[in-house]
């Protein structure tokens, strides 16, 4: 049923109010609930949850109500229903399908002024009284509301750990979203609000967000911020959490959902060396001490393996599953816990990232080409770009593009410059790249083949990804070659020229719009080479 009009919140909408939600009788039937049993839910609602604490932070917990199998069912149904009603806005991240904690840290990523504001007790700050009116408010008929708001709420309030309250607090929230976002708007900042936690954002000082002088950076009173921006929560219910007001400028670190944001989305420093120090607390205490240790200090209520598997996961969602920090930390949580191993199988993208780097050297000319790994036999890449370096028996840098300041050395182990092929040795650990494996078609004109690699490089620069066709075969000095459509232009040289499944076709050589064609050496001539 589509309400004429609705005003809530100073604001004016429609608003689709569903079938089930027009009387009592179409919602008890939509939810499979007798009379009576409606009665019993009403009356005794407070015995169908389960409630308990879960850690946070050492030293402080929150409180979950977790209601019963029944009451959860009912819950959800009615979740279906308000999510047709509820329409998110923008700047709202939490509780939203394909929006998360990346997300929301996401919008301000590169901002160089934050501050962060938390509402203090957020779902209990939202009393029954207040679902069943906001409800009647968007049209949905009052005995309904009131048995939405019954079935949905203890102890007077939304219970944290019901999954219909994340629906529920975001229509309550829709009237304080909308007065932030215009405050946003006329302060020259990004808003976002995941759940409590809301953050402003900008390149530029955040003065119009305070009342007087901007503080110093680090935790500061909520009575410095704006009235406006007070008053934006007080209107619509709801107390700023003191304690975790925070400001950040661009000299210090800036956090925004608990996620680094400075140079581009991370994961805190100190979140990994937690996980670090439980593993090496179990690497010298042994399991059974470390779990002491985790819950007699830290209020762990859950085995370390299950702690560390769910902190080493999201390590990985954020940092990518090719990350070498990623990689070595569920390296050493496997060795440990091999019956609930994380997977480390990558994805063909992360593959193809984490296999080819960059390499540069300075005798003679700057020289700088592409390499890649090749499981099995090392690193690969043209004997022409490192040519001079073999000669003089120099040290080659080689790093990746995503730490540019972490060079590794590596020098030439065999090189052959008819092949224009080159193994180097070098110093990089195995939890920092990938490896490709060679292919084993036989390839015709036509096929398709992706080239990976470099071309003058410079920090910030992407993998340059470039498809096309085998045009032709040629042979040069008893060396197979395969000629590609797309242009390899300098820089690409030595980088591989991958198969439709991600496999060796060849080692790039040499083309460009000087060359006039592009060629890559033949992966048979490689194998051939190294094959005694």
Known sequence: MLNPAVVFGGLKFRVNVPAALTSEAALLDYLGVTPSELK???????????????????????????????????????????????????????????????????????SKFVVNLDIEGFFSA??????AGLLKALGVQSRAADIVARICCNRGCLPQGAPSSPVISNMICFGMDKELQRFAKTAHCIYTRYAD????SSYQPLTALFDGAVPASGNFDHDKLAPRLRAAFVNNG??????KVHYADKHSRRI???LKINEGLNVDRRFIRDVRSTLYSIDSLGLADAQKKFEDKYGG??????????????????????????????????????????????????VRKRAVWVIEHFEGEFAQGSAFFLKDVGLVTASHCVAEAA??????????????????????KQHCEIRDLAILDHNIPENEFYELEVSGEKFVVGDPLTALGYPKFAPGDGMNIRSGNISAFSVKSSVPLIEVTQMLTQGMSGGPVIDRHDKLAGVIHKGGPEEGRDFAVHVKALMDWLTP
């Not at 806005?89 to 919008?107: I, K, M, Q, W, Y």
């Not at 936690?197 to 402003?200: K, L, N, T």
């Not at 790093?399 to 030439?412: D, E």
């Open 301 to 350: 209520t859950c085995d370390l393996s299950s702690f560390l598997k769910g902190k080493i996961s999201w390590i990985g969602s954020v940092k990518g599953r090719s990350d070498p920090v990623f990689r070595s930390l569920a390296g050493r949580y496997n060795i440990k816990f091999p019956a609930r191993a994380i997977k480390l199988q990558p994805t063909r993208d992360e």
């Open 40 to 110: 019993k839910i009403w009356w005794f609602r407070g015995r169908m949850y389960q409630t308990f604490e879960i850690a946070k932070t050492p030293g402080k917990s929150r409180i979950i109500s977790a209601p019963d199998r029944r009451l959860k069912m009912l819950q959800r149904n009615i979740a279906t229903l308000l999510d047709e009603m509820y329409k998110p806005r923008h700047p709202v991240h939490g509780f939203v399908p394909d929006r998360s904690v990346l997300t929301n840290a996401s919008s301000h990523v590169r």
């Open 126 to 131: 939202i009393s029954e009284n207040r679902v």
């Open 256 to 258: 925004v959902t608990g």
């Open 238 to 243: 709801f107390t700023i959490n003191n304690a």
């Open 391 to 412: 000669a003089a028996g120099a040290e080659i840098d080689v790093y990746h593009p995503t730490k540019p300041s972490n060079i590794f050395k590596a020098t030439v």
């Open 197 to 200: 936690d809301i953050s402003f």
